[in-house]
């Protein structure tokens, strides 16, 4: 029992000792000052010290050319080249100073300059509690961390967590940046800035708004959110959330992503982007839709997959490759297209379509393994389809389509409008011909030529040109079911496009349908002859055979080759 008395006592003298302490710590001690005097009623109960004075306070030296100090609050009033340390890190200098030592709250006026490690704050009016390790201004202040300058009417900094905050017409810069806000944290050790307010971002040609995003400013890296909006010369990009790295000029941006060009006046859509502003390399994917709204229609394209390949960047002869493939669907009031993939070179302004492309235009179709289309000032100036091509009118009656196929096919446009159709090699023709007097169908044309060509003005047929060729006619009564239609002829209607929304609705071609790309005939390699002494020398490859190669003689190389030609009287062709 007698322990566990003595045991008690002397944690109650702990407690009482520890009290004491802290009483003795919580007192503000003077430690020099060169004169000292004191009148009770002439200096509000003050000691008035001159001369190097200096105060200790619970870690702190605080120092000044004259103060008062009031004993009995705890507290001094500070004069002249003020003065205050805490630790090797933080010193806080101004012109005025008073300090509680009971709140422990340092209030400092005039030419205030508070340094803490690295960072350097600079105001007229201070309020800096030690309590709290955080310092705030409400008159206006300016910081200065290494490269970076952050000027606001109010802000607070903390020295604990390295964090500031500012209010109220606040200015960031930093190198070739500036940012603009009412309200922005920054954390002087991590160097990241926190946007939570309607902000600016300048920075070379670029304007970034945003209302919600984070900054660093040593990796120069940003997270945008909540729709922000990047601007570069008339390029705008927007997305729920976006991402860059200025180092590596890498953005992404993700969640409906817009990618606006009000120059050039179009526009690319998705959920997914990708941009390096080093190479000019781009991608969108993820419902990604290119919207081209320079003409009066809007032309609408989706594809899996867009990426954009910019060449000879920094010369003034830069120009892009753009790719969209898999699934390419497009549309415009006038007209449709379908393919697999798809390559824009913007250098000869042509758009090239692969593997199963059909384009629609109205009531007509035109289909090959291959379709070029050459651009003029945003309009279409030529196109050209390669091997196997088809073009069919359909004709709004039943069984009954304008055809004409050939190995190539070109045509030509005048202000969006075509104005001259071309057939070339194994041309075959299935054709409505109409009477004007009543515009009823005389009958059925079948022809086979090794070329045609079709002159429009309105839109409508003026002539038809071809050499040597032949057909047949058919009453309207009397045509054959069989001759109706050309070998390979099939009416897409159910993969065609119907409005901008379908774009996205991927219907393939039936079994039996697809196109199959023929296989070119290759000269045959020739088997030159050598004179006697390098034949005898030389030694035949054991990997070739005598069927590798078809031989000829120089006599078979010398003979003459037929070509049958007929001379006649055609109209002309050109104006």
Not at 393 to 405: F, G, I, P, R
Request: net charge negative; charged share 25%; glycine share 6%.
């Amino acid at each position: 029992m007698g322990k566990i008395k003595l045991f008690l006592f002397a944690l109650c003298c702990c407690f009482v000792y520890a009290a004491a302490k802290k009483e003795k710590d919580d007192r503000v001690y003077l430690i020099h000052a060169d004169e000292l005097f004191y009148e009770r009623w002439r200096n509000n109960d003050a000691q008035v010290l001159r001369g190097n004075v200096e105060f200790e306070h619970d870690g702190a030296r605080l120092l000044c050319d004259s103060a008062n100090f009031f004993e009995s609050t705890n507290s001094f009033e500070a004069f002249g080249n003020v003065r205050m340390y805490q630790g090797d890190t933080l010193s806080l200098v101004s012109d005025y100073g008073y300090y509680d030592g009971n709140e422990q709250l340092m209030q400092a006026l005039q030419n205030v300059v508070l340094k803490h490690r690295g960072t350097t704050l600079y105001t007229d009016s201070l309020y800096f509690d030690r309590l709290w390790n955080m310092g705030y201004f409400m008159e206006g202040g300016k910081m200065i961390d290494k490269t970076t300058t952050l000027v606001s009417d109010w802000g607070e900094y903390h020295t604990d967590t390295k964090m500031a905050i500012f209010y109220y017409d606040v200015s960031m810069r930093d190198k070739d940046f500036l940012l603009t806000t009412d309200s922005l944290y920054y954390n002087t050790e991590s160097k990241l800035a926190h946007i939570i307010g309607p902000s600016d971002i300048h920075s070379g040609a670029s304007h970034i708004y945003s209302e919600l995003g984070y900054y660093n400013t040593d990796s120069e890296c940003g997270q945008l959110l909540n729709r922000s909006v990047i601007d570069n010369d008339g390029k705008l990009l927007v997305g729920d959330s976006i991402w860059y790295n200025g180092q590596t000029g890498v953005s992404e941006a993700f969640v409906n992503v817009v990618y606006n060009d009000t120059v050039n006046r179009n526009m690319l859509t998705g959920n997914y982007g990708y941009y390096d502003d080093q190479t000019g390399y781009a991608m969108c994917t993820d419902s990604a839709v290119t919207i081209d709204y320079s003409q009066r229609d809007s032309l609408f394209m989706h594809a899996d997959t867009f990426k954009v390949f910019t060449y000879n960047k920094e010369t003034d002869s830069v120009y892009r490759v753009i790719h969209a493939y898999n699934k390419v669907r497009a549309y415009r009031l006038d007209i449709q297209a379908v393919c697999d993939s798809l390559v824009y070179i913007q250098k000869d302004s042509c758009m090239t379509l692969y593997k199963d492309p059909i384009i629609w235009n109205n009531n007509q179709q035109l289909l090959g393994e291959e379709i070029k289309v050459y651009m003029k000032d945003s309009v279409i100036d030529r196109a050209h389809v390669i091997n196997q091509a088809f073009s069919i009118e359909d004709l709004h009656q039943k069984d009954m389509y304008n055809q004409v196929s050939s190995k190539e096919m070109l045509a030509f446009f005048e202000k969006g409008n075509i104005r001259e159709g071309r057939a070339v090699d194994n041309v075959l023709v299935v054709y409505y011909p109409i009477d004007e007097s009543d515009s009823s169908y005389i009958g059925m044309v079948t022809m086979e030529t090794s070329e045609m060509r079709m002159f429009l003005k309105g839109q409508k047929l003026e002539r038809i040109w071809t050499p040597k060729s032949e057909g047949v006619v058919y009453p309207m009564t009397q045509i054959p079911p069989q001759k109706r239609y050309l070998s390979g002829f099939t009416w897409f209607d159910y993969i065609r496009p119907l409005s901008k929304e379908d774009i996205f609705v991927w219907r393939g071609k039936k079994a039996g349908t697809e196109l199959k790309v023929q296989k070119r005939r290759e000269a045959p390699l020739q088997k030159l002859s050598l004179p006697k002494d390098d034949a005898e020398t030389s030694k035949p490859d054991a990997s070739l055979t005598p069927d590798t190669f078809q031989t000829q003689t120089p006599e078979q190389h010398n003979k003459p080759i037929a070509i049958e030609q007929k001379n006649a009287e055609t109209e002309k062709i050109l104006p």
